[in-house]
């Protein structure tokens, strides 16, 4: 793979950090670099590469984003014990306009989930995600996408895309390929009533701060069903990343947004994974955190349990569960424990979804159930199918 848009890792940072310890991260990741070039990615799981993008933030500062601090934090660390093989491509450097940013941003993720290869993005400004959204126009499916983050960033789709407005772009643009959006960490008053409301209508999933900090497990079945995840850093709170551009007291705290990595890592169906909102004001504090961020992400990936559900269905104990004049099917897996919801296929209707399809669900949806309380996911799902 040969991108001229991909500069190397600084040359002096890889001299510093794999002297330093010979058994760590730095020194067992295939690493693009001045000397040896792009790197062999036979075999290799996960890509990460940065993107110097932020023109697009709607409080927009012209400054140069280096991305290592967080390397150096990350090749510090040292590995679990995993099988997963890791490269760091480098950096997409500033295109002449963000939208040339945007095609290289696209392109490659395009090509490495061709490649099967999960790309890890860290990246400025988050409307970064729209380029990494379009990277699926060729994957022949729906698209569900799961945001960590303070805000909906639905914003007005009439006006130019920004950072507060790129998921609006990413529903009235074409192809149409998103099926679900799930915010996770939404704070009501950096919301308006007007996208609220908008979420409501659309069947989107949203989860509260405080909801997800009082039983952060409900976001494992989110995360279970998504294909690419972002995590904006401004949805953590300011002390626990301890930078100058974030500073709203409340937010996740470190254990809790490292949770969330993992639970996306460990689902088998996010194919892409991206960090934004990265500044120039970020301490070692901060840096340190999100190469804690990558490492629970990559452990997550190396307990990826790999079920089909379509054909672990056979395998899989039913249960059925009837309400009214509905009958929710549940299946469990007896290898892992974890829980599925059956969406009726509707085959006089435009449906988006082409056959049953298995919703990710919990054990308390199935009880909630049995207490005649339909989940409200696998409504707001049946609704989105039948629209």
Known sequence: MDFEFLSPVDQELLEEIVSVEAHNLGSQIRIHSQRSGMPDLDDVKVAIFSV???????????????????RKAFYGLFPGNWYVNIADLGTIQKGETAEDTYFALQTLVKELLKKKIIPLILGGSQDLIYAQYRAYDFVEQMVNLVNIDARFDLGDAEKPISNKSYIGKIVVNKPYNLFNYSNVGYQTYFNSQDEIGLMERLFFDAFRLGEVSNNIKIIEPVMRDANLVGIDLNAVHASAINTTSNNSPNGFDGKEICTLARYAGISDKVSSFGIYEYTSGYSETGNMLIAQ??????????????????????????????????????????????????????SNSNTKLKRHTLLPCSHEDYLEACNQVIPERWYKTKRKNEL
């Open 52 to 70: 110097q993008e932020n023109r697009l933030a709607e409080d927009y500062e012209d400054e140069f984003l280096n991305f290592n601090g967080i």
């Open 293 to 346: 961020m990558i490492w629970y992400f990559l452990e997550g990936i190396n307990y990826r349990s790999n079920e089909n559900t379509i054909s672990a269905k056979k395998e899989f104990t039913k249960y059925q569960v009837p309400i009214d004049d509905e009958v929710l099917v549940f299946f469990k897996s007896p290898r892992t424990g974890r829980w599925w919801i059956e969406i009726p296929f509707i």
